[in-house]
DNA sequence: TTGTATTTTCAGAAATTTCTGAAAATTCTA
DNA sequence: TAGAATTTTCAGAAATTTCTGAAAATACAA
């Protein structure tokens, strides 16, 4: 049996990466086994897995949870909480992108926001020029990245795969129907 | 001078949020220093402008330069170097943007890449399936970063206004050309 | 209700990351 | 080449994050 292996690696391997994603090595560990394996999983198995307390793999649960990247799945005849993906590989690439711009960006895009209000209209700073590239360039990203959700899948999919042909696509929009910028 | 303050804060904030953003407190807030000031800066002026010690900005002019987001000015008679942001407001997102699918993601990436090359042809487990599609997903996205990054400034500028309407353009160019996928 | 199974909490311990500051290394000038 | 200016390094200290495990809280069954 290869695959106990496998999993054994990319488990750890999702540890080490964990703290990049924006969670630590635990709980990175936690969504790998959760993901790679088939059946449902209880805290206690998930603990005797890793190899971690069950307080540990309580605070992992509430983490993967408070990410929308888990979620119970009641098991007939057990009391236990059993915990699966929250949807396809698809969805949850989808959710760690939106909850990381939700810790990421949001809070930056908001603090600029509210300094640039605030700011004299006869201010020419450096500063504050700088600061209202940043917001901008912030803004533009966030409203393309809700634009793209409006997407469904499968325009969203074609999308990525177009690559950097759809500048070609964008050229022939622009020659028929003229640029709007 | 209502400037100094915002700088400040904005400083304090880049420093919070710094460790999300990869990087450390101290790092985080040399970075918005630099960006909001006019004046290229050295090194014993970042150390007093922050509070911290000389040899702890050594280290962070190190990391900020291994991100390519800072690059060094010199100063016509003055022997100590001097720092400057290594481009607009837009080529230092990008940068960041490049950097961390480099630490991110290429990692994750050979890693499936080996496990999938590896595993014996006739190997249908869930785990396996549930690797190639992350593998799969993670190739799409970073052949569709790479792309990107092909596109003039202004063709990618105008794609990101364009936002989900980019769909009716990609349905149109499907109606008139058909459909590869 | 009472007792049992299960989960959560959180104080302190352990591990990890970041920071300091003095010594070493490097770079430049004369 | 010597010596002054500047930068880098890195051992240990400080700060922060993560983890444990026992106690508290919660959920359920009889």
Known sequence: MQSKNDIESLVMHFGEMGSRWGFNRTVGQMLALIVLTEQPLNADQIAASLGVSRGNVSMGIKELQSWRLIRT????????????PN??????????????????MDPTLSMLRSH?????SDDQSYALSQM???????????????????????QL?????????????LDMKDRLFGSKD
Chains 1, 2 share one sequence.
Not at 158 to 166: D, E, I
């Open 73 to 84: 799945q009641s098991q007939p005849g057990d009391r236990k909480d059993y915990f699966v």
């Open 87 to 104: 949807g396809s590989i698809w969805d949850l690439a989808m959710q760690v992108m939106i909850e990381r711009r939700k810790r990421e």
């Open 116 to 120: 640039i209000m605030q700011a004299d």
């Open 132 to 154: 209202q590239q940043i917001h901008d360039l912030l803004e533009m990203f966030g409203r393309w990245f809700d634009d793209m959700q409006k997407l469904n899948p499968n």
């Open 157 to 169: 999919q074609s999308l990525l795969k177009l690559g950097s042909s759809v500048g070609k696509v």
